[in-house]
Every structure is written in structure tokens, then in C-alpha cells.
């Protein structure tokens, strides 16, 4: 089934120590955003890509940086994570960037901030 | 910028009593519109969505969401509640130029046995 996957679902790290997280999808979309969830909180986008063009929300804090290395792929490069930045992550890609485009979502990482 | 509004962030419902979410929207011109169900600790997945063709959308798990323009409403609602309809429920509208999704704060379904 073509699908979103996130690894890893849950991700430990330590005040100030960089992290990464991936996500791939086999559905050939050309599009890729990353979203952040705080809990009971609606998600909120920080970026996305449309093939290699990158696109940054005005409000996401330079801390958070991406790679979209090929079209399966992108990554969300945390600099130094701090204990506000504890939440759930959301890839989620769709055809393109039409009004009418669904975006399909993975399973998330949740990040826990030591 | 679109908007939407999900009133009652909670809501209960006993098992086979009918759901009714609620979700209002801002928009001056025609929205898209679409409902997400998101599962304790997991991504979000697709109910249905609005892109103009009807205005009674049928979507999965037994859902359907009537589209009214002179409300700007986009209700969710199924005849019978089933344990497994107990999760978190956003709706979005989708923004007419780029590909921005305005999401709702969500409402959480508690279903009671």
C-alpha cells in the first residue's frame, strides 16, 4: 500500500542535543510538509517542499531546519531542542498544491525533551 | 486567510446515539473543505473532504458532513456512534492560493458504552 512513514514513532533526546527525523512515502507526491502538535492543540505547519523548492512558515524558528534529499525523503533537523519543543511531528505529503489537494498524513513522531 | 471554527472541544455521546461535530468556516470564496480523524497517537486520517462537486459528502467509518453556504457550515455527523469512533476530529479548509491547510483546534469524541 502506498503510504507516509514516519521513523522512529518515538523519539528521546536531551536538552540541546541535535536530533533528526525522517520520513519517506511511496506515493510519488511531489509535495512534502512537516507539521508540529503540541497536545490537544490543532497542528501547526512549519515548512514544506514542493520537489526541491523549500517553503518556511514565517513563525518557525530557525531551530528547525529540513532536507529533502530526493522525492521519497525529507528530514526535520531539530538544532537544540528544547523542552518547549516536546510534541508531536507529522509528515504529510500530497500531488501538489492545489486548493483541492488532500494531504495524507503518517503515523507521527512523538519527541520527548529531557 | 480561511479559518475554520470547531465549536465544543468535547464532546459525549452514548453508543448509538447519533454525532454531530461542528465546524464553521470563514471564507470568501469557496472553500475546501475537509474532516481528519486522528487516533490516540497517530497521524491523522482522511474522512472525507468538500471540493464543490456535491454538497452531501459520504466519507469513511460510516461519516458524511453537508455542506451549507448560507451557514458556512460543514457539520460531521453519523447516524450511530461506535466505540471506535472515540478519537480526536479536525476539520481544515484548504486556502485558496498556495497550499496552506487552516486547521480547526479539534474536537475530542468520547463514546459511552
Known amino acids: 500500500d502506498a503510504m507516509v512513514i514516519q521513523n522512529p514513532r518515538y523519539q528521546v533526546t536531551q536538552f540541546g542535543k541535535p536530533v533528526t527525523l525522517s520520513c519517506s512515502q511511496t506515493?510519488?507526491?511531489?509535495?512534502m510538509y512537516w507539521y508540529q502538535q503540541k497536545s490537544s492543540q490543532a497542528p501547526k505547519l512549519l515548512f514544506h517542499?514542493?520537489?526541491?523548492?523549500?517553503?518556511n512558515e514565517a513563525d518557525t524558528p530557525d531551530n528547525f531546519q529540513s532536507r529533502r534529499p530526493n522525492t521519497s525523503f525529507c528530514f526535520l533537523d531539530i538544532r537544540s531542542p528544547g523542552l518547549g519543543d516536546a510534541a508531536m511531528y507529522l509528515c504529510?505529503?500530497?500531488?501538489?498544491?492545489?486548493?483541492?489537494?488532500?494531504?495524507?498524513f503518517g503515523p507521527g513522531t512523538r519527541l520527548l525533551v529531557l | 486567510a480561511q479559518s475554520v471554527t470547531q465549536l465544543g472541544s468535547h464532546v459525549s455521546v452514548s453508543e448509538g446515539a447519533l454525532v454531530l461535530l461542528r465546524c464553521n468556516y470563514s471564507?470568501?470564496?469557496?472553500?475546501?473543505l475537509f474532516w481528519y480523524v486522528q487516533y490516540p497517537n497517530q497521524g491523522l486520517q482522511l474522512l472525507l473532504k468538500?471540493?464543490?462537486?456535491?454538497?452531501l459528502v459520504k466519507g469513511i467509518n460510516g461519516f458524511e458532513a453537508e455542506f451549507k453556504k448560507s451557514e458556512t457550515s460543514f457539520h460531521l455527523t453519523k447516524p450511530s456512534a461506535h466505540m471506535s469512533d472515540a478519537a480526536e476530529y479536525f476539520c481544515?479548509?484548504?486556502?485558496?492560493?498556495?497550499?496552506?491547510?487552516?486547521f480547526g483546534t479539534g474536537t475530542s469524541l468520547t463514546v459511552i458504552p
Open positions: 504529510a505529503t500530497s500531488r501538489g498544491t492545489g486548493v483541492r489537494e488532500t494531504q495524507y
Open positions: 506515493l510519488n507526491h511531489n509535495v
Open positions: 517542499y514542493y520537489d526541491k523548492d523549500f517553503n
Open positions: 471564507s470568501s470564496v469557496p472553500p475546501y
Open positions: 468538500y471540493t464543490s462537486a456535491a454538497t
Open positions: 481544515a479548509v484548504s486556502e485558496d492560493t498556495g497550499n496552506q491547510f487552516y
